[in-house]
């Protein structure tokens, strides 16, 4: 029996692969647990389709991200901390702190887990942080520190 895999099954075959096997093993564990589907030409042409979607999606996202990605290199976001002598700052500034700023100041929503940040800023100064926006695309956010 030929059976479209819904999921990756070891050491048969990884999600969306057409693979031959035993009748009594699409019945009685394939086909039970949604692991697979028949290869009918109806399941076969239901797979293009969801493929072409994922690719339609995949696309779109990308697009967003990497628009998003000229947005954010086209500015910097201002924020104010208390500071000693010196310039050292009395704290430091996280990623969260940057995003809420960064929706303040110029309305845009990223989340601070995407902000790449060795360590937190704790000077003034300018500082350039990265942003991982997609798997491909990754921006330069720069994020001035003045005293409060």
Known sequence: MEIVLLEDVKALGKKGELVK????????FILPKKLGVEATAKNLNDLKLKKANEAKVAA????????????????????????????????????????????????????????VLAEPIK????FEVPVRLHREVTATLRVKVVEA
């Open 21 to 28: 096997v035993n009748d009594g093993y699409a019945r009685n």
């Open 60 to 115: 779109e996202q990308l697009a967003e991200a990497r628009a998003l990605a000229a947005e954010l290199e086209k500015d910097s976001v201002t924020l104010s901390i208390k500071a000693g002598e010196g310039g050292r700052a009395f704290g430091s500034v996280s990623t969260k702190e940057i995003a809420k700023a960064l929706s303040d100041q110029r309305k845009l929503e990223v989340d601070k887990k995407k902000m």
């Open 123 to 126: 000077s003034l100064g300018t």
